[in-house]
């Protein structure tokens, strides 16, 4: 008993010298979120009469070099794409071989679309498939190619996918990653995102079938378009499912608008997806959102929550690659894309359905206890970084901080160490 609670104090000092060792890490990626108002920005760096304008880092650089331009990573100096990917990606298990637009769409996007942003598994081909022909915009994929005899039919199943629909052709931006490292779902995730082509982006399974154009709601509603452009929201479209699963087989049956769904949803055989596990999808609310006709905000937001969401590209924190196999990693994305101070918004009108599918499905407990460890030291951490990079910033006693205040207050001697931070 004793020997087990030294053991545990050892521990817990090794993930106090971990934590505060990562803190020196801390990426500055709080800074980039300022970078895009120049009035943020002047109130980060402190004023003084000498320095009335702060300059920019390309002003500076004209300063110092004129028109000598300072640049790294040219071919010419044999800076790789594939030595940049493996920095891109190198929390993830490597090596790895990282392909991009190994297909690339026909069509050109705007810029202000949303690309779904999603990973595909050789048993889901169909449903990609389907997914472009109802969607009809940008989506980038990403799919993992085992590094070894099963690559061959997996790619001519790629090919036969894109031969047979023009919508997959049109839309669909493919990234393939080749390694022997499965279920590596963040760093396939941010493969996704990383090599998406608009501003934003949907995070969503690809199971999942489009029942409404959110698309449109979306370019309906200037207040949500500031919230996303702004950077300081994620637009949550809500997922149901049905709870038999016989009935979540044939997508041409599905509601197609709130109403006809509401109706199933009274008929009971409709509920918010994984009614078994609530903490992954009940932050949304479902009882509000039944009654809901504007956009509202989540307010009871839990480290599980685990929403399909739009938010910008540029300036959100990316997935945790250190999550591999299942359990937490999508929440763990969710959770940092939290603390970095975006909103959950739900759109009132917009669902999607679950698909049925029937793979078969191994046991996957093992990695479920590890990541759920994993999970645990990672909010430690995560909320070490984002606080002492908000203090640094001059973002403490801004909005941008209220999630993790609030958030982060959960954790044990959090607020001690803040205080100790700031005196
Ligand atoms: C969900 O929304 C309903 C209706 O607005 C509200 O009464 C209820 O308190 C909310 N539930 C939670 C857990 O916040």
Redesign the pocket.
């Known amino acids: 008993m004793r020997d087990k609670l030294t053991a545990s104090k050892v521990l817990k000092y090794f993930a106090i010298v971990y934590v505060v060792c990562s803190l020196f890490y801390a990426t500055g990626h709080l800074l980039g979120i300022g970078k895009s108002s120049s009035s943020k920005r002047a109130s980060i760096a402190p004023r003084s009469p000498a320095d009335e304008k702060i300059l920019s880092v390309s002003e500076l650089q004209e300063r110092y070099h004129g028109n000598h331009q300072v640049t790294w990573g040219n071919t010419e100096e044999g800076t790789s794409e594939d030595l940049m990917l493996s920095k891109v990606f190198s929390d993830a298990m490597g090596p790895s071989k990282v392909i991009p637009y190994y297909f690339k769409a026909e069509a050109s996007a705007d810029s202000e679309e949303v690309t779904i942003a999603t990973l595909v598994t050789h048993n889901r081909f169909k449903v990609l498939s389907r997914l472009a022909t109802r969607y009809k915009g940008p989506i980038s994929v990403a799919i993992h190619v085992n590094d070894d005899a099963s690559k061959q039919e997996i790619l001519t199943d790629l090919h036969h996918l894109y031969d047979e629909n023009p919508d997959m052709r049109r839309y669909v931006d493919l990234h393939l990653v080749v390694d022997k490292f499965d279920r590596q779902f963040n760093m396939w995730r941010n493969v996704a995102k990383f090599f998406a082509r608009t501003e934003y982006i949907m995070m969503l399974d690809v199971d999942f079938y489009l029942c409404t154009d959110f698309r449109k709601s979306l370019k309906a509603n200037p207040q949500l378009m500031d919230i996303l452009r702004s950077g300081t929201g994620a637009i949550v479209v809500p997922a149901f499912e049905y709870l038999n699963s016989d009935d979540g087989e044939d997508w041409n049956l599905f509601p197609t608008n709130k109403g006809k769904l509401m109706g199933e949803v009274q008929d009971g055989k409709l509920d918010m997806f994984h009614i078994s596990w609530k903490p992954g999808h009940g932050a949304t609310?479902y009882?509000?959102w039944y009654g809901a006709s504007e956009p509202y905000k989540v307010?009871?937001y839990t480290f599980s929550y685990e929403p399909y969401v739009i938010f910008k590209k540029e300036g959100t924190p990316w997935c945790e690659e250190r999550f591999i196999g299942y359990g937490a990693n999508k929440a763990a994305c969710l959770y940092e894309i939290y603390l970095a101070g975006i909103d959950y918004w739900v759109l009132p009108d917009d669902f999607l359905i679950h698909q049925t599918h029937h793979y078969p499905l191994e046991t996957r407990a093992k990695e479920r206890t590890y990541n759920k460890k994993l999970y645990s030291y990672f909010r430690e951490e995560v909320c070490l970084r984002y606080s002492r990079t908000m203090i640094a910033a001059g973002l403490w006693d801004t909005s941008r901080a209220d999630n993790v205040k609030r958030e982060c207050a959960k954790i044990k001697g959090f607020n001690d160490i803040v205080t100790r931070m700031i005196g």
């Open positions: 609310n009882t509000r307010v009871d």
